[in-house]
C-alpha cells in the first residue's frame, strides 16, 4: 500500500487555482495515483453548509472570530470525514485551500493574528499537514478584477482591496516560514507555464508513474 499525498493549492481568488486543479489531478493520474479532488469551506454535506452561511452576502453582521471558528468546524468535518480516510486508502487529496487559506485571510486579512489562527486550526485537523502547498502568487488588484469579470463576487470577495491587499501580506508571510513546504509559482505567466512549474514542484515528491 503506498503511502497517499496531501497537496493544497492557495492563492488570492482570481489567482487561477480552478484552472490549475484538473491539470494537477490529470498530473498525479499519470503518476499512477488515485486522485481526490476536494474544496475548503466544503468538501462534506455539512462543511458545504457551512460554507453557505460563510459566503453569503446577506450576512454582513458575521464577525470575525464567527468567521474564523465557521472556516476550522468546515475543516475539522472535511479532515475526519474525507482527507484522513483517502490518504490511509493510498490515494492523492487535492484540496483547493487549506488551514493556510485562514491564516491568510482570517489572521492577516481580518486581523485576528497568526497564533490565533493556527491554535484553533491545530485542534481542528488534529496536527495534518499538507506535504506540498502551491501559492498561486498574484498581485490582488488583477485577482478580483478576472474574479469580477467572470462571475459576481461572493461575501469575501466584496470586500474592499484594502482586505485583499492584507490577506496577500499573509500568503506572503506564511511563504516565508514554511518555505520547504509552500512553493510560490507566479500566477502571471500563461496557464502552460503555471502547469508546468507546478509539475517540477510536485515532482521532487510523487512517486514516479
Known sequence: ?????????????????????????????EKGYEVLLTREPGGTIIGEKIRQILLDKNHKELSAITEALLYAASRAQHVEQVIIP???????????????SSIAY????RGLGFKAIVDINEFAVCGLKPDITILLDIDPEVGLNRVK??????????????????????YKDLADMYSDRIKVIDANKTIEEIS???????????RKG
Open 86 to 100: 483517502a490518504l490511509k486508502e493510498g490515494k492523492a487529496v487535492l484540496s483547493d485551500r487549506f488551514v493556510d
Open 106 to 109: 482570517q489572521g492577516k486579512g
Open 1 to 29: 500500500m503506498h503511502k497517499g499525498i496531501f497537496i493544497t493549492i492557495e492563492g488570492l481568488d482570481g489567482s487561477g487555482k480552478s484552472t490549475q486543479i484538473p491539470r494537477i489531478k490529470s498530473f498525479l493520474e
Open 196 to 206: 508546468r512549474q507546478i509539475k517540477d514542484k510536485l515532482n521532487n515528491i510523487v
Open 149 to 170: 469579470a467572470v462571475k459576481g463576487a461572493d461575501r469575501l470577495e466584496q470586500e474592499k482591496l484594502d482586505f485583499h491587499r492584507r490577506v496577500y501580506e499573509g
